[in-house]
């Protein structure tokens, strides 16, 4: 069982950085990969980023890359979302996900555990 609590969340301009961070309980939080994913109003939760359990492997959704970067420190139970050069598109409720296993995937059935999300708000 694993626990996720998000923070960082806020309003920035465009063009600016927000970073999010991912604070998960239990002893077992090396052996997941993790995940961000958002969803704007209106919209379907989404796909963002993900980090397998080793960090050996991530995944982006297309529009991020090269803006966002996942990271995970397993000594501190903490997965995080450094999002730069952002847009007003970004702006959604972000979600950190976790499933067991090493292998990363991009779906949002296949994650087991979720935090409540953080707002990310843009301006133009």
């Known amino acids: 069982q694993v626990q996720l609590v998000e923070s960082g969340g806020g309003l920035v301009q465009a063009g600016g950085s927000l970073r999010l961070s991912c604070a998960a309980s239990?002893?077992?939080?090396?052996?997941?990969?993790m995940g961000w994913f958002r969803q704007a109003p209106g919209k379907e939760r989404e796909f963002v980023a993900a980090?397998?359990?080793?960090?050996?492997?991530?995944s982006y959704a297309d529009s991020v890359k090269g803006r966002f970067t996942i990271s995970r420190d397993n000594a501190k139970n903490t997965v995080t979302l450094q999002m730069n050069s952002l847009k007003p598109e970004d702006t959604a409720v972000y979600y950190c996900?976790?499933?067991?296993?090493?292998?990363?995937?991009?779906?949002?059935?296949?994650?087991?555990?979720w935090g409540q999300g953080t707002q990310v708000t843009v301006s133009s």
């Open positions: 996900a976790g499933r067991s296993g090493v292998i990363v995937f991009t779906t949002r059935s296949t994650y087991e555990y």
């Open positions: 980090i397998s359990s080793n960090t050996y492997s991530t």
């Open positions: 239990g002893r077992t939080f090396s052996s997941y990969t």
